[in-house]
């Protein structure tokens, strides 16, 4: 059974850092789209950034583009989505995605079949 666990949600200052974590436990993850998507207490969630990973490609939301990071250690079978210069916007639950390994990763929340849990981030 495929899972994904994030961690490394919490709290920090306007302009401060968080990494977030996604460890996949099947290999097959390799071979996908993992992405991070948020969401805001009564707003939809939105895509904020993905990585192909056998390319490895990445693409971010206009939201975050400059400020966030995603990365990967196939080793570890973790994706990353590191977090600078941080606004109180960029509060939410994020969630890792795995979709499929081709294709506009934001067409559509539905590509993604696997979802962690969510961890939270929240900044003031």
């Not at 200052?13 to 996604?22: N, P, R, V, Y």
């Not at 099947?26 to 805001?40: G, H, L, N």
Request: proline share 4%.
């Amino acid at each position: 059974h495929v899972q994904l666990v994030e961690s490394g949600g919490g709290s920090a200052q306007a302009g401060g850092s968080l990494t977030l974590s996604c460890v996949g436990s099947d290999y097959r993850t390799s071979r996908r789209c993992m992405a991070w998507f948020r969401q805001a207490p009564g707003k939809e969630r939105e895509g904020v950034a993905a990585i192909f990973r056998q390319t490895p490609s990445t693409y971010y939301s206009d939201s975050v583009n400059g400020r966030f990071t995603i990365s990967q250690d196939n080793a570890k079978k973790t994706v990353y989505l590191h977090m600078k210069n941080l606004k109180p916007e960029d509060s939410g639950i994020y969630y890792c995605a795995a979709g499929p390994g081709n294709g506009d990763p934001w067409a559509r929340l539905s590509r993604y079949n696997l979802w962690g849990q969510g961890t939270q981030v929240t900044v003031s």
